[in-house]
């Protein structure tokens, strides 16, 4: 969680707070117990949201359902945008075109991706054709996304969202 834990209903000690209620209207400078009260009857929870420089800013709302949203937030920025695709030099049409549509489908979610070619033994001697591969990816996703680089050395590819 944060930093400092947020101060809800009885945990609250200033004498005073500045009011929002569960509609949003700003009540002003109400007293504590009063404020708790207002709290109980539309039983809700009454949550300092901010330090401020008289009394604190509280607002009455659901402490569990900003607890929940909190931690879906934390959720969501924690997942990886860099989605890898590994192919041969060798690939079939059906599976080229599989991949293709894995990677636009990541594209417009907003993800990146990154295109591996990895080359065996004597699949070594034909580095062009897997470059070419690589460049057939790349046109193939113009619409959706753009190149941020392409190495025929490595044989990788990375693509941004357009």
């Known amino acids: 969680m944060g930093i400092q834990k947020q101060l809800i209903n009885s945990q609250i000690k ?18 504590t117990s009063e404020a708790l009260q207002l709290a109980q009857s539309a039983e809700l929870d009454l949550v300092v949201v901010s330090e401020g420089k008289d009394a604190p800013i509280a607002k009455i709302l659901n402490y569990g359902k900003l607890q929940y949203q909190k931690k879906k937030r934390q959720g969501n920025s924690a997942r990886p ?3 890898e695709i590994r192919l041969r030099p060798n690939i079939g049409m059906a599976d080229y075109n599989l991949r293709i549509e894995q990677a636009v489908r990541w594209l ?15 699949e070594n001697q ?21 190149v941020q680089s392409l190495d025929k050395r490595s044989l990788t590819a990375q693509i941004i969202p357009a």
């Open 14 to 31: 200033s004498p005073q707070v500045f009011l929002i209620d569960h509609e949003n209207n700003n009540r002003g400078l109400t007293n």
């Open 126 to 146: 034909y580095r062009e054709q897997a470059g070419e591969l690589l460049e057939r990816v790349a046109t193939a996703l113009t619409q959706v996304g753009k």
């Open 81 to 83: 945008t860099v989605k």
């Open 108 to 122: 417009s979610k907003g993800d990146s991706v990154k295109f591996a070619i990895r080359l065996r033994g004597r």
